[in-house]
């Protein structure tokens, strides 16, 4: 026994060591560290000549370790949450989640039944592709020391993630003991789960909290440390109990611990202690990689390599922008979550311990995971000059759509619904809601009992089973039609009523100037709505649907509303050269009268045009003095709306003697002078960042331009 303790101990030693060196070396490449224990693992592991730890004993050491590293690591992510920083976040950031993760499990589930894998298998992998990586978004932006902007919204989205990721682990858990594909069994999963989480909060809420606190009192780091870790395996535990994965229970208490209020202090003790067992997860992941499997599997590792990639960019950027985060923090978000990480591994590893998945899976996710890990630094130091160039390369009429959409996004947050809008708005919630999940039950329920049925139809009446088959799925179809018409007029809806809060309708009979800007705002949260509602919806019925015909309806009904969205621009973009000109009209006249440009005058002004032109958001004047670093500059050098998202309707120009001033319509090339006054439109936050671009010389990174 003291024999078999000792070898233990040596190959821990020597897989340590080993996982010092190439994580130092890692970081010397300007990698993750993560990336050099998993190398770590795959060169001790027993597929790899040389070294090998593989005397069983110390296997089953280093995945016992490992479990410990789940646990922490997943009790850590839950100190980061509370219920209150949850309803502070907001809806924004779930619905960019529950956007990008439908995306990711659709398209993972569509690559693999195309690579010839079964229906769970397929299902396992979109789960694979669907979570980002903390632990690496993390490393990334710690090593470039990056705050605030895109970095609270990346790491908002990842907060959404995981906890998705907790509810894929419950249900995947049932898939893998062959009861999770059933819609009505998953159903039940969902209700036990939901319920096991409440009762497991509720409980905790009471003891948890008040115990942590009491010992924090004690002024004692180590008995503190003893009782958070206490926590965390006494959760662990209570869910393996229920039947549910140890991560479940970890982050359940790590949520608790939070709402002690002594969170960050908990995280400082126990963040080197993560560190170390999480390191030995990773190393556990690289010694199960066979290297020969991810090179007989090269292909399916390629190209899901570059879906995650574009999948995540894709879905991000567009669910983060629709959410009202602006394209500029939205691009760079996309970049910085575009890889798959820690939750990828538990995912698989629990296909392929329960049995559901082949042994492939495993170390194509890990290849996966190691691809996307060596990109992710140079997309997250690279984010701001590709989210820019993308920016500037958007058409005319987008750049403008993109402005407005950030300012109506923020009227919408910033003015509360009257009560009857209220009430409608959460009834037709309420109501998209139900279409949907009674269309994915008549989908799913459909493709359960179709050839039991038409078997029994046809030989009870004795018709042709060709004839029954051929009337039960066009009876189907037709359901679904209907209920599919149901969900995207519900949407229409919604959107309509959030559009009319921004952009109020005139009466009949009345001239309505707002009928543009309205137009497109209910597009594109129509858009928002479908993709939020249909995504989702997607990667659930996937496993009841021939041929992924839920992707393609769907990205029929996406490209439709794309097209309203693009032609509604276009007329937005002639609503807002029409309003420029009614503002110069307007500034010239107020400048005139008053014998020059004058900030406060032109303030006023905007005031009445902003009643005459509804839709054209937050307005303000700003005047250049001849100290500005602006003054001789072109405005597409200054680029006022790729740096701080706002921008210029018109100038208004100081005039010579008595004459006045004049205001004219603003140009790339137009040159900026002292005393000019310029209107600039976009969100508070837009044109804040804009006036200190014009009057201090400072973007919105605090680099300076040089002054003339």
């Known amino acids: 026994m003291a024999g078999e303790l000792a070898q233990s101990i040596q190959d821990l030693s020597i897989i340590l060591g080993t996982a010092a060196v190439t994580s130092l070396i890692s970081q010397r490449l300007k990698q993750p560290p993560v990336l050099g224990y998993l190398i770590a693992g795959i060169i001790l592991g027993p597929h790899v000549p040389g070294i090998v730890v593989g005397a069983e004993e110390t296997l089953h050491l280093t995945h016992a370790l490992s479990e410990l590293g789940v646990i922490l690591l997943m009790f850590t992510i839950g100190i980061e949450f509370s219920l209150r920083k949850i309803a502070r976040i907001g809806v924004s950031a779930g619905l960019t989640a529950l956007l990008e993760v439908g995306l990711m499990v659709s398209l993972g589930y569509l690559a693999g039944r195309l690579f010839g894998w079964n229906a769970t298998e397929s299902l396992f992998l979109g789960a694979c592709l669907g979570i980002s990586s903390t632990m690496l978004v993390a490393k990334a932006f710690e090593e470039q020391k990056l705050r605030g902007g895109f970095v609270e919204v990346t790491f908002a989205v990842l907060v959404f993630e ?22 009505g069994e998953f159903a039940v999963t969902i209700g036990k789960l939901i319920g096991f989480l409440l009762a497991l909060l509720a409980g905790g809420l009471l003891v948890v909290p008040r115990f942590i606190r009491g010992v924090v009192r004690q002024n004692k780091g180590e008995t503190t440390l003893i009782a958070a870790i206490a926590v965390c395996f006494g959760m662990s535990a209570l869910a393996a109990t229920a039947g549910y994965s140890v991560a479940l229970g970890a982050f359940v208490g790590g949520m608790l611990v939070s709402e002690s209020g002594e969170g960050p202090r908990v995280e400082h003790l126990i963040k080197p202690l993560r560190d170390i ?55 760079r978000s996309g970049l910085s979550l575009a890889q798959i990480g820690e939750f990828s591994f538990i995912i698989a590893i629990l296909g392929q311990s329960k049995g559901a998945t082949g042994e492939f899976l495993f170390p194509v996710a890990v290849a996966v995971s190691l691809l996307t890990s060596l990109t992710t630094p140079i997309f997250v130091r690279r984010s701001e000059a590709l989210a820019e160039a993308f920016d500037r390369r958007l058409p005319a009429r987008l750049q ?40 994915l039950a008549v989908l799913a329920g459909s493709r359960l009992v179709h050839w039991p049925l038409v078997t029994m139809i046809s030989g009870r009446f004795t018709l042709s089973a060709t004839l029954v088959d051929t009337t039960w799925i066009s009876f189907t179809v037709v359901v679904a039609a209907v209920l599919l018409f149901g969900v995207l007029r519900r949407a229409a809806a919604l959107a309509r ?27 594109a949260l129509e858009l928002a709505f479908s993709l939020v509602v249909g995504l989702p919806l997607v990667a659930i019925s996937q496993p ?3 041929y992924s015909a839920g992707l393609v309806v769907l990205g029929v009904v996406v490209a439709a509303l794309l097209f309203s969205v693009w032609q509604s621009a276009t007329n937005l973009q002639g609503h807002v050269r029409a309003g420029s000109e009614l503002i110069v009209e307007m500034l010239a006249r107020q400048s005139r009268e008053a014998g ?19 839709g054209f958001p937050g307005m303000i004047a700003v005047r250049l003095p001849a100290e500005s670093p602006a003054v001789g500059r072109t405005l597409g050098q200054l680029s006022l709306r790729v740096r701080a998202g706002a921008t210029v309707l018109a100038i208004t120009r100081e005039g010579e003697g008595d004459a006045g001033g004049d205001t004219v319509m603003p140009a790339p090339r137009e040159v900026l002078r002292a005393g000019d006054t310029l209107t600039l439109a976009g969100t508070q936050e837009a044109t804040d960042k804009a006036r200190d671009l014009l009057l201090k010389g400072s973007n919105i990174d605090n680099e300076y331009l040089a002054p003339r």
């Open 162 to 183: 995981d906890m998705i990721a907790i509810l894929l682990l419950a249900v995947l858990t049932a898939v893998a003991s062959g009861a999770g594909l059933s819609p």
């Open 277 to 331: 067992f999480a390191a030995i997860f990773f190393i556990a992941v690289g010694l199960q990689i066979d290297p020969n499997l991810v090179l007989v599997y090269w292909v399916p590792v390629l190209v899901l390599t570059a879906l995650v990639i574009v999948g995540k960019v894709l879905g991000v950027s567009l669910g983060a922008f629709l959410s009202g985060n602006g394209l500029r923090n939205s691009v």
């Open 400 to 439: 403008t759509f993109v402005t407005f959409y950030d300012g109506w996004i923020e009227q919408l947050r910033a003015v509360p619904p009257a009560v009857s809008t209220w009430t409608a708005i959460r009834r037709a919630i309420v109501m998209l809601l139900v279409d949907a999940i009674l269309l």
């Open 497 to 523: 009523i959030l559009a009319e809060v921004v952009v109020p309708a005139r009466k009949e009979g009345k001239l309505d100037l707002g009928s543009a800007p309205r137009r497109v705002f209910t597009a």
């Open 544 to 546: 009841f649907l021939p």
């Open 596 to 614: 020059g440009a004058d900030e406060h005058k032109a303030e006023e002004s905007l005031i009445e045009a902003h009643t005459m032109l509804p």
